[in-house]
């Protein structure tokens, strides 16, 4: 009992001093600062992940390759985990060989979900992700979030702005050795217009929310990794122990 009237008394004690509403107040600032704390406990276990977008042969993949050096970031070309998924005899194999031929986009289903398997692959061992070439189109924006909202921290965006005659002569170039059933002219120009119809307006949705780092992707890859780099780093991000 005496326990309970010293609670009650130190309770109307505060009222008088303080005042209901300020009691109240404090009430709900305490329940606010321990919901933002467990929502940082949830995020903090969760990799990081940086969309890399911008057109065919804006350098993406030169890009990724050097932020793996110089950051540790993981790389995921979502390209490349489709072309291994057709290679490997999927009874998917065949669809998603008609879309990438076409200049068209994987649906979001088979692209999430090998994405996803790649994460689950390294986990505990990566943090930080590169997801290159997606999301492509709203429709990629909307799976991965139904699947990856509450799995990962979306960073930013890394957004490789190069005009469509530069990325059109590189593609070409890298034709003539790639092997790839896309590198040519026909198929180039249809990506084109995938990625303009498709991929801007899901550049311009991250850009609204403060997410996209625009890199001009004409210059020298040095001065664009150098770019890239600097921003990173001005947003908290550190280079890996293995660059310095």
């Given at each position: 009992m005496e326990g309970l009237c010293t609670c009650g008394c130190l309770q109307w004690a505060l009222v008088?001093?303080?005042?209901?509403?300020?009691?109240?107040?404090?009430?709900?600032?305490?329940?606010?600062?321990?919901?933002?704390?467990?929502?940082?406990?949830?995020t903090m276990g969760r990799p990081d992940v940086y969309f890399v977008l911008g057109g065919p042969g804006a350098g993406k993949g030169t890009q990724c390759a050097q932020l793996v050096s110089d950051f540790g970031f993981v790389?995921?070309?979502?390209?490349?985990?489709?072309?291994?998924?057709?290679?490997?005899?999927?009874p998917n194999g065949e669809l998603i060989e008609s879309y990438i031929r076409d200049g068209k986009i994987v649906p979001v289903q088979i692209t999430v979900t090998?994405?996803?398997?790649?994460?689950?692959?390294?986990?505990?061992?990566?943090?930080?992700?590169?997801?290159?070439g997606f999301p492509r189109n709203r429709d990629n924006v909307?799976?991965?979030?139904?699947?990856?909202?509450?799995?990962?921290?979306?960073?930013?965006?890394?957004?490789?702005?190069?005009?469509?005659?530069t990325m059109e002569e590189r593609l070409l170039k890298r034709g003539e050795t790639s092997g790839r059933t896309d590198d040519n002219i026909e198929s180039i120009r249809k990506r084109f217009r995938t990625y303009i119809d498709d991929t801007t307006p899901v550049i311009n949705i991250?850009?609204?929310?403060?997410?996209?780092?625009?890199?001009?992707?004409?210059?020298?890859?040095?001065?664009?990794?150098?770019a890239v780099a600097?921003?990173?780093?001005?947003?908290?991000?550190?280079?890996?122990a293995a660059s310095t």
């Open positions: 008088w001093v303080c005042g209901r509403d300020t009691i109240r107040g404090l009430g709900r600032a305490w329940a606010f600062s321990v919901a933002l704390g467990s929502r940082a406990l949830q790389h995921l070309s979502a390209g490349d985990l489709l072309r291994e998924e057709r290679a490997s005899g999927s090998l994405l996803k398997n790649a994460m689950d692959k390294v986990q505990g061992e990566a943090r930080s992700f590169l997801i290159d909307s799976g991965w979030s139904e699947v990856m909202d509450d799995k990962v921290n979306l960073r930013g965006v890394l957004f490789f702005d190069c005009p469509e005659a991250f850009r609204e929310k403060g997410l996209v780092m625009t890199f001009d992707a004409t210059e020298t890859p040095e001065v664009v990794s150098a600097k921003e990173l780093e001005a947003r908290g991000v550190t280079k890996s």
